[in-house]
């Protein structure tokens, strides 16, 4: 019936086709406003030397109109990066490679406290200060398994520059005070501070942050992986801090830390957009790098991982979680292998293709053998090929699992492997697959400067080639060459890297309904064991540094020193989109005319209002099976192969649109959007209109996968998130449209599908 209700929306895709085609020539060639565009590095040359800086290469990166420039400051031999297109929302960012050797947590700590005051900025936490002070489209600070980055972006100049001064002054020089360790990193408080009496207790917020980051067995299973599959180096630590050796992190080392990793010899520094470089440039010179000498940075460095000669199987014991299946079926196994060193960008490429091949959608040869006989709960969500690490690492691994399924996993694992050795991958497959890279080299995020270091950094920090990494048509266009020229190409990759290669790692867990007890009275014997050595007069010390820090934290801080900006620092000129809106018959349409680099971008929304509240519960099941069921033209299969070489993918999903003036006044929808080459508009219209008025939902099995699927996905991350879940069902008491949000993303819909799916009549559904 929901279905039926819904199809009456009809796309009146001519009349669209024919708006859009008549604007085409205009949104094809409609330029990127140059207003702030910089020209300094047309002054740029090869072999110069700016600020201290020489220019050791510049390069066009045509695929993403950029220009490259590769700079190494000659005193510190401290690296630059900076990558010059006209785009307004301008990054820049600090990066250190920092490679601990045990788990105490040291990089992550570090991360926490050098954003508590600096010597140009002494006050505490100056992110949060500047969210009044900035126009900052982003800004963060992230850790790593070997990096450390300090990343912001604007679109405002002197915001720009007021941002750049507070985080360099941040990572070069911290004040790092002891009070900021005690409460960044961990320390002995009493229960209650202001009780001498009360008993002690082990504080602090990454200690706290990393208790609860291991809330979800994937995170638990994720970082085993990482630390049993490169286990000789600095992988084979938690990098974030296992809160059972944060403890034995002293103040000391973190400052002899921050003297060996947070040195300018150390340090990768990137910008992108159209912001003048020199003055920048030249402050970094003049303000900190001139002021030091070259470190050597050796001590840094991660060795490639030995390969090993035989593969492995480890078992560990995970959390029972009482939302999710039923404990029997709460295993979990996953099949890993180290790959290519993230140096080889050739093979990494071709790895990261062959990926997207083996386990990418229903066509995929992983998801037909693993998926589709629904013994599981689908795929984890660290499946896939992680570029993350010096040896990056391909994982597969599947959730929802009887402990007896353990060796068919294995099997599956080795049979499908073989069968691809056999038979190859399906041509259409593969031609939906080089679709996507050719779309995702076109699609253009707000934050596309974020995108570009996040996904260049870890090559970076390994002193890769980070400028053949980023021609991605060229790589594109070997790999596609190799494939012409050797038709078995692909086969004789998976047999190199898959089939042949000894360092595998199955690792399996299984739950444990006494999992949190047992970290409990962990944690009680670590804080045990701290406690039972302290006299009478150290307790009274820890009392006493117990207030002085709560007085610290009352304390006003003088944020008039931090930066801030003027409305004269502010243009007045608002960037206006050129927006057509008509009608077509009773369905308002807007067309809005920017460069889009030849990709048109769709998005729809269907009232729903006239849906029964019992329909409405159903709302986000259907929309997250209606795009893969099928039609009645063609198949499962047939479909997915012809969205995925025709557009980027077509969603639904659920929305609310709610009144700016009254609080319980909103209207429910679905969402519907997608995008794809302008080539393949009209095919994009065909596809929405077979989803609507073709839609095939008599497969039961394959209905039945997809709601396996969505159910595993609705339970995931429950005990992670817990907060979100508490404050959207508080938001629901006070707004209509919170409350209905609550009922379709919240607890009440995972009660209302898993009593629905408990009696398995999926017909009826």
């Known amino acids: 019936m929901l279905c039926r209700r819904l199809s009456n929306f009809k796309l009146n895709t001519y009349r669209i086709r024919q708006l859009i085609r008549n604007h085409s020539a205009i949104i094809t060639k409609t330029d990127i406003s140059e207003e702030h565009a910089s020209n300094d590095i047309a002054n740029f040359k090869v072999g110069e030397t700016v600020h201290g800086f020489e220019v050791k290469d510049i390069q066009p990166l045509k695929e993403f109109n950029i220009t490259a420039l590769n700079l190494l400051h000659l005193k510190t031999k401290a690296e630059y990066l900076h990558l010059f297109r006209n785009d307004s929302n301008n990054v820049f960012s600090i990066n250190f490679r920092t490679t601990p050797k045990d788990n105490t947590g040291l990089p992550h700590i570090l991360e926490h406290i050098v954003l508590c005051g600096s010597h140009l900025f002494p006050v505490r936490d100056p992110f949060f200060k500047m969210l009044n002070r900035s126009l900052a489209t982003f800004m963060n600070a992230m850790t790593g398994a070997d990096y450390t980055m300090y990343p912001f972006s604007t679109q405002n100049y002197q915001d720009f520059c007021n941002l750049q001064k507070i985080y360099l002054d941040a990572v070069f020089k911290p004040n790092l005070r002891y009070f900021d360790f005690l409460?960044?990193?961990?320390?002995?408080?009493?229960?209650?501070?202001?009780?001498?009496?009360?008993?002690?207790?082990?504080?602090?917020?990454?200690?706290?942050?990393?208790?609860?980051?291991?809330?979800?067995?994937?995170?638990?299973?994720?970082?085993?992986?990482?630390?049993?599959?490169?286990?000789?180096?600095?992988?084979?630590?938690?990098?974030?801090?296992?809160?059972m050796k944060i403890p034995d992190l002293t103040w000391d080392d973190l400052k002899n830390f921050h003297k060996l990793c947070y040195h300018p010899s150390n340090?990768?520094?990137?910008?992108?957009?159209?912001?003048?470089?020199?003055?920048?440039?030249?402050?970094?010179?003049?303000?900190?790098?001139?002021?030091?000498?070259?470190?050597?940075?050796?001590?840094?460095?991660?060795?490639?991982?030995?390969?090993?000669?035989?593969?492995?199987?480890?078992?560990?014991?995970?959390?029972?979680?009482?939302?999710?299946?039923?404990?029997?079926?709460?295993?979990?196994?996953?099949?890993?292998?180290?790959?290519?060193?993230?140096?080889n960008i050739y093979d990494t490429f071709v790895l990261s293709f062959l990926t997207e091949l083996l386990i990418r959608g229903p066509n995929s040869p992983f998801y037909k053998t693993m998926i589709e006989p629904n013994f599981s709960g689908g795929f984890i969500p660290s499946t896939g090929f992680d570029t993350q690490t010096r040896d990056c690492i391909f994982t597969?691994?599947?959730?929802?699992?009887?402990?007896?399924?353990?060796?068919?996993?294995?099997?599956?694992?080795?049979?499908?492997?073989?069968?691809?050795?056999?038979?190859?991958?399906?041509?259409?497959?593969?031609?939906?697959?080089?679709?996507?890279?050719?779309?995702?080299?076109?699609?253009?995020?707000?934050?596309?400067?974020?995108?570009?270091?996040?996904?260049?950094?870890?090559?970076?920090?390994?002193?890769?080639?980070?400028?053949?990494?980023?021609?991605?048509?060229?790589?594109?266009?070997?790999?596609?060459?190799?494939?012409?020229?050797d038709k078995f190409f692909l086969q004789k990759s998976v047999e190199r890297f898959f089939k042949n290669n000894k360092h595998r790692l199955v690792l399996t867990l299984s739950p444990d309904?006494?999992?949190?007890?047992?970290?409990?009275?962990?944690?009680?014997?670590?804080?045990?064991?701290?406690?039972?050595?302290?006299?009478?007069?150290?307790?009274?010390s820890i009392y006493e540094a117990g207030l002085e820090l709560l007085k610290e934290q009352a304390s006003p801080q003088n944020t008039n020193i931090l930066p801030t900006l003027t409305m004269d620092d502010i243009s007045d000129d608002i960037d206006h989109v050129n927006r057509e809106k008509s009608k077509f018959g009773p369905v308002p349409t807007q067309l809005n005319k920017v460069n889009t680099n030849g990709i048109t971008?769709?998005?729809?929304?269907?009232?729903?209002?006239?849906?029964?509240?019992?329909?409405?519960?159903?709302?986000?099941?259907?929309?997250?099976?209606?795009?893969?069921?099928?039609?009645?033209?063609?198949?499962?299969?047939?479909?997915?192969?012809?969205?995925?070489?025709?557009?980027?993918?077509?969603?639904?999903?659920?929305?609310?649109?709610?009144?700016l003036y009254q609080l319980h006044v909103y209207e429910p929808g679905i969402l519907l959007s997608s995008y794809c080459l302008d080539k393949n508009i009209e095919s994009m219209w065909q596809?929405?209109?077979?989803?609507?008025?073709?839609?095939?939902?008599?497969?039961?099995?394959?209905?039945?996968?997809?709601?396996?699927?969505?159910?595993?996905?609705?339970?995931h991350g429950v005990?992670?998130?817990?907060?979100?879940?508490?404050?959207?069902?508080?938001?629901?008491?006070?707004?209509?449209?919170?409350?209905?949000?609550?009922?379709?993303?919240?607890?009440?819909?995972?009660?209302?599908?898993?009593?629905?799916?408990?009696?398995?009549?999926?017909?009826?559904?």
Not at 626 to 635: P, V
């Open 183 to 243: 409460q960044e990193g961990w320390r002995l408080e009493n229960t209650n501070p202001q009780d001498v009496k009360s008993d002690l207790i082990i504080k602090g917020v990454v200690y706290n942050e990393m208790k609860g980051a291991f809330s979800e067995n994937d995170r638990i299973l994720e970082q085993k992986v990482l630390n049993l599959i490169l286990p000789d180096h600095t992988y084979g630590v938690i990098s974030g801090g296992d809160p």
């Open 601 to 659: 971008y769709f998005r729809g929304i269907i009232n729903t209002s006239q849906l029964t509240p019992e329909q409405h519960m159903l709302l986000p099941l259907f929309c997250s099976i209606i795009t893969k069921m099928g039609t009645r033209k063609m198949n499962y299969r047939e479909f997915d192969n012809l969205v995925m070489t025709k557009t980027a993918g077509l969603d639904v999903g659920v929305h609310f649109a709610e009144s």
């Open 687 to 715: 596809l929405w209109q077979d989803i609507f008025n073709l839609n095939e939902l008599k497969d039961v099995k394959r209905f039945e996968t997809l709601v396996q699927l969505y159910m595993s996905n609705l339970t």
């Open 267 to 343: 340090a990768r520094f990137y910008s992108y957009g159209n912001f003048p470089l020199t003055n920048t440039l030249k402050y970094i010179d003049d303000t900190y790098l001139s002021q030091c000498d070259y470190q050597n940075q050796n001590h840094t460095v991660v060795p490639p991982q030995k390969h090993w000669t035989e593969p492995k199987q480890e078992h560990i014991m995970g959390r029972y979680d009482n939302l999710g299946e039923v404990f029997e079926k709460q295993n979990i196994l996953t099949v890993s292998l180290a790959m290519s060193d993230i140096t």
């Open 396 to 485: 597969i691994g599947l959730q929802g699992l009887k402990q007896e399924d353990f060796p068919k996993v294995i099997d599956i694992y080795e049979t499908t492997i073989e069968e691809v050795l056999k038979s190859g991958f399906d041509a259409k497959h593969i031609e939906s697959v080089l679709h996507r890279y050719e779309i995702g080299i076109k699609h253009e995020t707000s934050n596309f400067g974020l995108h570009l270091l996040f996904g260049i950094i870890s090559t970076w920090n390994h002193s890769g080639d980070v400028i053949n990494a980023l021609r991605i048509n060229t790589l594109l266009e070997k790999l596609q060459n190799d494939i012409k020229s």
């Open 513 to 540: 309904k006494e999992y949190e007890k047992k970290q409990l009275e962990a944690e009680k014997q670590l804080i045990k064991s701290k406690v039972s050595g302290l006299t009478q007069e150290n307790k009274q």
């Open 719 to 765: 005990a992670d998130s817990g907060h979100a879940y508490a404050m959207q069902s508080a938001a629901g008491l006070i707004s209509g449209a919170a409350y209905q949000k609550d009922l379709l993303t919240g607890l009440q819909h995972i009660s209302y599908m898993k009593t629905l799916v408990k009696t398995k009549r999926y017909e009826s559904i």
